[in-house]
């Protein structure tokens, strides 16, 4: 007899027969190899290394020319790469255990409680996501440590509430009052057998989550408030400021173009993990 595949297995084998899908996995799963290489220095190392002259246009020496330093901007893409999604990833790894804890607890034992969580985050969330990060990075003092760090403790409320709505629906259902009825604890009933019911929504959220951790990353590099020595997207468009005026455009279409296709896989490959893992839609594929 055939075993039955999980909701995970089934998702994505679901998202390999999407053409469209499965490129988004491959540009996801292309740029973290990447941003490994350049972790561990097998890519990206010399990019500070004069190769050139300076603002040389793209050609067969320099796939992307060189800045106004004679550096190869395809280096510094490459290196952005191990930034953008380093950001991505610990932003997630601190706002996930803060979003997930809260709002299971408020969902699972309402009351005081509830009213006490629901109306932190609803503070929180009521003063401008860019005034707190701005303030966070200030405060920390620039570089990337501080991304990670305000990224990770301002992203957390959407998650808390779609974790706090899902705890409620599910924390009266049979399989949770059977457990009561044996004499399973709260924590056995949230963290054994609800929260792992309602696991799928914390992934759809965090690939989501991580394309805005991206492009937030950008904003505030760009702003001089993020990267300081090592090459980001946000601070090469920032460069590329004097050099369009010369007419020097490849820096700023090397980091606009990187940028645009991670950004545009996370955001396909969160919806195909939407219809591919929610419950509720699996019955309108037919």
Known sequence: MEKSKSLYSQAFDKILKD???AASLFIVVLYTV???????????ADWSETVGVANQAP???FILGTDFLGRSVFKKVIYGI??????????ILISIPIGVTLG??????GGFIDEVIVWFYTTFSSIPTIILLISITLILGKGLTSVY???GLTTWVHLCRLVRGEVIKHK???????????????????FIHILPNIFHVVIINASLQFQVAIKTEVILSYLGLGVQEVPSWGKMIDDAKQELMQGHWWQLAGATVAMFLVVLSFNILGDALRDALDPKLKGKDA
């Not at 009266?172 to 949230?190: E, I, P, S, W």
């Open 82 to 91: 191990q930034v953008a999604m380093s950001v991505g990833f610990i932003s």
């Open 172 to 190: 009266n259902r049979d399989y949770v009052q059977a457990v009561t009825a044996v004499g399973g604890g709260h924590y056995r009933k949230l």
């Open 104 to 109: 299971a607890l408020a969902g699972y034992f």
């Open 34 to 44: 990447i941003a490994l290489l350049v972790t561990f220095g097998v890519l990206g």
């Open 59 to 61: 050609g067969k020496d």
């Open 19 to 21: 053409k469209v899908s």
């Open 149 to 151: 760090v305000a990224l």
